[in-house]
């Protein structure tokens, strides 16, 4: 099922929606906007972020007073982190006539999906989504406020093979989009630094038993685990590890950037490395809107304030171009900015990337994680 809030009712007095997109663009309803990601399943916490930022971001931008005198209305579609949803999802927003789209997080929903809005007339800014193709294919739409994996596994590579040398490393991958390509990503620039893994393999996503691995990786003398995928899975894989008596670090990327991850896998966490942006929560740029979140005794961490960063894109550009028309605001993306973001100034090269990407290392410690200085 894909579930569709409507988060700000229009002025008293709006006019009703207009059905044409062109009629939408000079009209006085409500402009329409949406984010998409895991609100349900596995992946649900990273959808509980992308969902407080957005919602977050619409009401101070509405109490502002809008965009050019109208509010947001805010729609949130559900795809699991599954393709087909996310395509199914896509459709329906289409059909809402909302102009922009804050998501997906799954790359490997994101880039279907992504299909949909270009075809469909809809502009969309993912605050997560990271496998190269989703910009490179050369789709007008389409732009992201994080990195890219080729940017993280360069990160991660080179730190694993200049930290870890002569130890035994085992890179892993859940087969996604994103799992994968990061992994084979951090594998390229591990690599080409000089280290060759020891063990590279995939496993099955959303299982509960990852003991036949685990044992692989201890008859390997495995010392260094890569996982390319999420929190759920290497959390109770690096648990497994410990409880069969490995003494190994774990390393991934920026999908462990959840409390959960710790939830999952307890103290065995202990010393996990994960690649991540420098805190966004600590920019001064991010002060008050961060302030306003702890208010509300919500930790604004991971996709949080990339969520909410997307939705002020948005506005501002809809603002300089004097409309919503979806296409308008995408070519002014490309060649206007930088744009002021919780996140701080953020420019778009011609496919929609960022061009300052800002890949650090974190650490858990004692059930929280930290950047290392």
Request: include cysteine.
């Amino acid at each position: 099922m894909v579930e569709f809030t409507r988060r700000m009712a229009m002025a008293a007095g709006s006019a009703v929606v207009l059905g044409a997109r062109g009629a939408l663009a000079q009209g006085t309803g409500p402009i329409r906007i949406a984010t998409a990601g895991p609100m349900t399943g596995q992946y649900a916490a990273f959808g509980a972020q992308m969902r407080a930022g957005a919602e977050q971001a619409v009401t101070d931008i509405n109490g502002a007073g809008g965009v050019l005198g109208r509010q947001l209305a805010l729609e949130v579609g559900d795809d699991a982190c599954d393709p087909r949803q996310a395509v199914s999802v896509a459709n329906q927003l289409a059909g809402r006539r909302v102009s922009f789209v804050a998501g997906h997080y799954c790359s490997g929903s994101s880039i279907p999906a992504r299909d949909v809005y270009a075809e469909e007339g809809v502009l969309q800014m993912s605050p997560a989504s990271t496998n190269p193709r989703f910009t490179d294919e050369g789709k007008w739409n389409t732009f992201r406020v994080c990195g890219r994996d080729d940017q993280q596994g360069a990160v991660a590579g080179a730190y694993i093979a200049r930290n870890f040398t002569g130890r035994k490393v085992a890179i892993l991958h859940d087969n996604s989009a994103y799992g994968k390509g990061l992994a084979d990503e951090t594998k390229k620039a591990m690599n080409a630094a000089g280290l060759q893994e020891t063990l590279y393999a995939a496993y099955t996503p959303g299982e509960r038993d990852y003991s036949a691995l685990v044992s692989r990786m201890k008859a390997a003398d495995i010392q260094v685990i890569y996982v390319g995928g999420y929190h759920t899975e290497a959390g109770l894989i690096l648990r497994q590890a410990k409880e069969q008596g490995m003494n190994v670090t774990l390393i991934g990327g920026d999908a462990l950037v959840t409390n959960e991850f710790w939830q999952i896998a307890g103290a065995a966490g202990e010393g996990t490395l994960m690649t991540f942006a420098s805190d966004p929560r600590r920019r001064p740029t991010a002060a008050e809107v961060v302030a306003r979140f702890r208010a509300r005794n919500v930790d604004p961490e991971g996709y949080v304030l990339y969520t909410y960063a997307a939705v002020q894109i948005f506005a501002a550009a809809a603002t300089r171009s004097n409309g919503v028309d979806p296409r308008a605001i995408a070519s002014l993306l490309k060649s206007g900015g930088p744009w002021q973001t919780v996140l701080g100034p953020i420019s778009f090269d011609a496919k929609g990337d960022v061009t300052v990407p800002d890949y650090v290392f974190y650490i858990w410690r004692n059930g929280s994680y930290a950047e290392i200085s």
